[in-house]
């Protein structure tokens, strides 16, 4: 199968307009939700340097937060999978087969 039938066969060419209305919904929301956050982090590096916490401290305690939300965000798509393969077949959901699957060369 050449790639512009894998891209045809998959889920996101089949997908219903109501499911690509939700996709943008929620991209759009991930995205001002990361424009909140990067904005922020000025205003609490300057309190934070102010009360003492020095830059690695708080590099250490920045990474230490996005691993939890990481494998929180991963337990959570896990269990949906689990779910989904429990209630029948279904297209794997692409955003969580795309972050979180082991990376390949782009073709």
């Not at 997908?15 to 995205?31: F, L, T, W």
């Not at 590096?45 to 939300?69: C, D, I, Q």
């Not at 949906?80 to 279904?90: F, K, N, Y």
Request: glycine fraction near 8%.
């Amino acid at each position: 199968m050449s790639t512009p039938d894998r891209v045809r066969a998959g889920s996101l060419a089949n997908a219903s307009p109501e499911g690509h209305r939700d996709r943008y919904v929620i991209a759009v929301g991930a995205a001002v939700l990361v424009t909140l956050l990067w904005s922020t982090s000025y205003i609490l590096n300057k309190f934070a340097f102010e009360h003492g916490v020095g830059p690695f401290t708080l590099a250490g305690l920045r990474y230490a937060v996005s691993a939890g939300a990481l494998l929180l965000a991963r337990a959570i798509a896990s269990r949906r999978r689990t779910a989904r393969q429990a209630s029948g077949p279904a297209a794997p959901a692409e955003g969580a087969r795309i972050i979180f699957c082991s990376a390949r060369p782009a073709i």
